[in-house]
C-alpha cells in the first residue's frame, strides 16, 4: 500500500471522515554534487519514488494536529506554539507561512513515509514539502513553484536549526520525472537534464548502509563553517568562486581540504552534465568516484560502511560509486549494468558480512516526480 493510501486511512480512522486531500513529496538521491549548495555552487540531484505523504482536512480555529503513522504520536500546537522532535517539520512550515504574512487555517493532519529515515535521502525535507504542499493547497496560497522550496529551507535552518543548503528541498519540489535537477545554488537557476538509464542498458543502485546518519551533530555545521572560513580568507562571496590554484593561500591545512573538496566537486558537477547531455552515461563513473574519494579524504565525511559499500560495488563492476547525502552514515549510489543489480547489491552484502556490518538494504533508483496531490 502507498505512503497515499496509509495517510488516507489513517485520517479516515481517526476521524471518520474523508480529509479535503491527500499531498505527497519524494526523497531524494544526488547524482553528484555534495557539500556544494552552502558553497553557492552546483548540485545534480533526482527524485525518489518513494514519497512522504499528508492526508489533511480544515479546521475552524488556528489550530493544528498532526499524527504520524510510524510513532503513533498525534501532536497538537498553536501558532505561538514552539514545537520539537519530528513534528518541529510540521510546525516549522505553518511558522513559516506565518511569517510570510499568510494566513494559515488550521488542520489535522495525518502523515504516511516510504522514505527511509536516517539513511541520508531527505526524509525531513520530503516532510516538509509535503506538508508545505498540502497547506498551500488548502489556504489557496499563491505561491510560485520556484518560490518554495527556499521556505522549506527556512524550516530547517529557521526553525528546527539544521545549517542545510537549499538542495534537498529542490529536488523534493522541483524534480520532474525522468530527469536530474541540474541546480545552480546561487541564482535557483534550474535545468531539467534527461536521465534515461534504462534505455542505455543502466541503473542507479542505491544502498543503504544501514549506518545512522545524523545531521544534527555538530559535523555538518563544522564543515559549513570551514567552507565559510576559508571563502572569508580568500576574499570571496562563497567556495563557488574559488579555483585550485587559490588553495595556496589558505593558512590552514585543514581549510585547504575542506576548500578543494568544494572546489573540485563544482567541477564534477559541471563536468557530469556534459556527459549527460551528450547521452555518454557510462563516462559519468569516474567523476562519481572521485566525488567519494573527495569526499572521503578532503571533506571527511564517510564512515566505514560507505567506504566497504563503494569498494565492493567498484569490484562487482559498478561503472563509478560514491555516498550520497550529507555523510557521516546513510546511502551509497552506483551506476551499473541493469543487469548486475542483484551482482552488485550481493558483492556488497556479502563485504559488509565480512567486516561485521548489519545487513545492507538496495533498490533501484527510478528518476521520480516531485510534490504535489497524491
Not at 155 to 160: F, G, H, Q, R, W
Not at 262 to 277: C, F, G, K, P
Not at 332 to 359: M, P, T, W, Y
Request: hydrophobic share 45%.
Amino acid at each position: 500500500m502507498t505512503a497515499a493510501a496509509r495517510a488516507h486511512g489513517l485520517f479516515q480512522h481517526l476521524y471518520g471522515i474523508e480529509p479535503v486531500g491527500v499531498w505527497a513529496a519524494p526523497g531524494r538521491v544526488n547524482l553528484i554534487g555534495e557539500h556544494t549548495d552552502y558553497n553557492d555552487g552546483f548540485v545534480l540531484p533526482f527524485a525518489l519514488p518513494h514519497r512522504t505523504a499528508v492526508a489533511a482536512d480544515v479546521l475552524p480555529e488556528q489550530r493544528w494536529a498532526v499524527t504520524s503513522e510510524l510513532t503513533g504520536e498525534t501532536v497538537e500546537f498553536t501558532l505561538d506554539a514552539k514545537v520539537d522532535g519530528w513534528a518541529a517539520y510540521v510546525a516549522g512550515v505553518v511558522w513559516v507561512l506565518a511569517e510570510q504574512g499568510h494566513r494559515v487555517p488550521g488542520a489535522r493532519l495525518t502523515v504516511a513515509s516510504d522514505v527511509p529515515i536516517g539513511s541520508g535521502l531527505s526524509s525531513s525535507a520530503s516532510l516538509e514539502c509535503a506538508v508545505l504542499t498540502a497547506l498551500v493547497d488548502l489556504a489557496g496560497l499563491d505561491i510560485p513553484i520556484a518560490d518554495r522550496p527556499r521556505l522549506a529551507q527556512r524550516v530547517e535552518n529557521d526553525y528546527v536549526g539544521v545549517p542545510t543548503g537549499i538542495l534537498d528541498q529542490s529536488a523534493s519540489i522541483l524534480c520532474t520525472a525522468g530527469n536530474a535537477l541540474f541546480m545552480d545554488c546561487r541564482s535557483l537557476r534550474t535545468e531539467q537534464i534527461p536521465f534515461d538509464l534504462a534505455a542505455d542498458g543502466l541503473a542507479i543502485l542505491v544502498i543503504d548502509t544501514r549506518a545512522p546518519h545524523q545531521h544534527a551533530g555538530g559535523e555538518y555545521a563544522a564543515r559549513r563553517a570551514a567552507c565559510e572560513q576559508a571563502a572569508a580568507e580568500l576574499g570571496v562571496a562563497a567556495l563557488r568562486d574559488a579555483v585550485p590554484a587559490d588553495l595556496d593561500r589558505l593558512s590552514d591545512d585543514l581549510l585547504v581540504r575542506r576548500a578543494r573538496h568544494a572546489i573540485t566537486e563544482n567541477q564534477r558537477v559541471l563536468d557530469t552534465i556534459e556527459l549527460l547531455r551528450s547521452g555518454r552515461h557510462r563516462e559519468i563513473g569516474p567523476l562519481m568516484t572521485a566525488s567519494h574519494a573527495s569526499l572521503r579524504d578532503d571533506f571527511e565525511v564517510t564512515v566505514p560502511e560507505l567506504d566497504v559499500a563503494v569498494t565492493a560495488a567498484l569490484t562487482a563492476g559498478a561503472y563509478g560509486a560514491r555516498m550520497t547525502g550529507g555523510g557521516f552514515g546513510g546511502c551509497v549510489i552506483a551506476l551499473v549494468d541493469a543487469d548486475r543489480v542483484d551482482n552488485v547489491a550481493d558483492a556488497v552484502a556479502k563485504a559488509f558480512a565480512e567486516h561485521g556490518f548489519a545487513e545492507p538494504a538496495a533498490f533501484k533508483a527510478v528518476p521520480s516526480a516531485g510534490a504535489g496531490a497524491a
